[in-house]
Nanobody, 124 residues
Framework: HVQLVESGGGSVQAGGSLRLSCAASGGSLRKYCLGWFRQAPGKQREWVSS???????NYADSVKGRFTISQDDASNRLYLQMNSLKPEDSAMYYC???????????????????WGQGTQVTVS
């Protein structure tokens, strides 16, 4: 298992950008399927993006073309660059890690084992 801590959330106007960061400890992120999820008040948690151990990335249709997931091996961090933010992007964002097969990872359908505490994003 890895321990995950998100940062980088905040309040931004529509059309603005934020970059979320997820710092990991207890293991190399390169060994895991990594993902970003979000949950707005009163709504179910939804998958945003994931990246496989081989570096393949995928995105939910709602964020495709606006968000970019990446990871840095040297710092053992996962990132989510969010551009052209919309009010409907407002949510608590969580990073997650799990040992998943490629298809479950890339589709966002696999169950992640490790979760961060979340970072709030508010777009007005």
């Amino acid at each position: 298992h890895v321990q995950l801590v998100e940062s980088g959330g905040g309040s931004v106007q529509a059309g603005g950008s934020l970059r979320l960061s997820c710092a990991a400890s207890g293991g190399s992120l390169r060994k895991y399927c990594l993902g970003w999820f979000r949950q707005a008040p009163g709504k179910q948690r939804e998958w945003v993006s994931s990246i496989t151990t081989s570096g393949n990335a995928n995105y939910a249709d709602s964020v495709k073309g606006r968000f970019t997931i990446s990871q840095d091996d040297a710092s053992n961090r996962l990132y989510l660059q969010m551009n052209s933010l919309k009010p409907e992007d407002s949510a608590m964002y969580y990073c997650a890690a799990g040992r998943l097969v490629w298809l479950d990872c890339i589709s966002g359908s696999g169950e992640m084992a490790d979760w961060g505490q979340g970072t709030q994003v508010t777009v007005s």
